[in-house]
């Protein structure tokens, strides 16, 4: 009965887990801009399909932001701004929110491809 239980609650949670994934925005292709703000937030936009934008950044589909401030943030700009010089092509997949900005989904990690 314990093993039954276990695997219901981890089965529960890897399904938790999917549907969260897919309510973030993903996209790839090449950035063509770059923006740098007052308040440490970076945001780059990329010319390439993007699909599952959430609510708070339709009015920008094409833009992504990080927070700058952060450690976390200041590598990935670092990352962000090499991508963005050679013109490689990178895959993000945002948080689901707009949390850096306001207005652009926030970047929860991307890489180079």
């Not at 090449?30 to 990329?46: E, W």
Request: charged residues 10%; aromatic residues 12%.
């Amino acid at each position: 009965m314990k093993n039954i239980l276990r695997t219901l609650a981890l089965s529960l949670c890897f399904v938790l887990h999917s549907v969260n994934s897919y309510a973030a925005g993903y996209a790839w292709g090449t950035l063509y801009d770059v923006h740098f703000t007052g308040s440490g937030a970076v945001i780059a936009y990329i010319n390439g399909p993007r699909q599952n934008v959430p609510t708070c950044a339709v009015s920008f589909p094409n833009r992504f932001a990080i927070d700058g401030t952060s450690a976390a943030g200041k590598v990935q700009v670092s990352g962000l701004l090499s991508a963005y010089l050679t013109q490689k092509v990178v895959v993000i997949t945002g948080t689901g929110d707009c949390v850096a900005t306001g207005t652009e989904e926030t970047i929860n990690y991307f890489y180079i491809d």
